[in-house]
């Protein structure tokens, strides 16, 4: 026996509308995609408002296709269009955000990495019929470039500049030598910046994710900093070394499968003088606790 419900009738179509605002940019977001890999967006951010065929002519791409793009771009609000004119201008504050690579207000490995998200669908559905987790290192391969494009900028602009200087102690000590591990680093932006302002310093990167090191490796390789930098595939559980001055952890702590025991293993492998009011608490929970 069911049990008849009452429908309130303005809730049913105010969440039907929102189903329908949620589709219109997912079927946006590729196009976002389309946009950035074609230069469509790096070619209206120098050209100032154009119109379809003189951005088809820019960018050497079809016409009706560069016209059905744009169209749908002002839809989803990316791109504002001027019917006197007939143009169409992508405004500078939204060229930072999709194109300036440098700037931390970039955005554009977000889409990258919704992407990555759809193309693992068959492998979360399996976690989700198993009940075993998803390792970093079984994503899909879009995801390790697209997370490194996300948070480059971010590292560039505030790392060297305010992150590192807010620790007690620990922008001296780094600019006279010291040894600080960089953990979960992915493509090593971080560890290499890092490298670059402290001469004097060095660093270990560490990542459980192959291919992402080699890619770390060859970047330091390129910046000139691979004389002081090392990267190894490893776990954020086991790393080596200890009497680090700074342990990082960038936007990855989150992710692990064990924060814990990363956590317990960076107390193991922080130098007793480092300064962490964090690990310092916590290692007075221990000690109460044993």
């Known amino acids: 026996m069911t049990t008849q419900q009452s429908i309130d009738e303005a809730k049913l179509q105010a969440f039907l509308g929102k189903v329908v605002t949620d589709t219109a940019a997912a079927f946006s977001a590729p196009l976002v995609l389309v946009g950035d890999r074609l230069g469509l967006y790096q070619a209206m951010a120098s050209s100032g408002p154009v119109t379809s065929q003189e951005l088809a002519a820019r960018t050497g791409l079809h016409e009706r296709y560069v016209r059905e793009w744009l169209l749908n771009q002002t839809a989803s609000g990316y791109i ?23 700037s931390p207000a970039y955005v554009g490995g977000l889409f990258y990495i919704v992407e990555a998200g759809l193309k693992a669908q068959e ?39 305010s992150w590192i200087p807010a620790l007690d102690g620990v922008q001296e000590r780094l600019q ?31 990542d459980p994710h192959r291919p992402s090191i080699e890619a770390a490796r ?8 691979s004389d002081r930098v090392t990267f190894e595939v490893v776990s954020a559980q086991d790393f080596p ?18 924060p814990i025991g990363a956590i317990a293993h960076t107390a193991q492998a922080l130098a007793p003088e480092a300064p962490c009011s964090w690990l310092s608490r916590w290692r007075q929970k221990r000690s109460k606790a044993v």
């Not at 070394?241 to 064990?258: E, K, R, S, V, W």
């Open 176 to 206: 006279a030598g010291a040894k600080v591990a960089d953990v979960g680093c992915g493509y090593g932006a971080s560890t290499i910046l890092m490298a670059q302002a402290f001469p004097n310093s060095r660093f270990l990167g560490f």
């Open 218 to 225: 060859r970047s330091a390789e390129k910046a000139g900093v």
């Open 80 to 102: 504002e269009y001027d019917p006197t004119s007939e143009r169409y201008t992508l405004p500078p504050e939204y060229a930072m955000a999709l194109t300036d690579t440098t």
């Open 123 to 161: 492998r979360i559905a399996q976690a989700f019929r198993t009940g075993d987790g998803l390792a970093w290192g079984d994503q899909a391969p879009e995801l390790y470039p697209a997370t490194d494009r996300l948070f480059r900028p971010g590292y560039a602009a505030n790392l060297v500049q």
């Open 241 to 258: 070394g200890t009497d680090y001055a700074l342990i990082a952890f960038f936007d990855c702590l989150h992710d692990m499968g064990d």
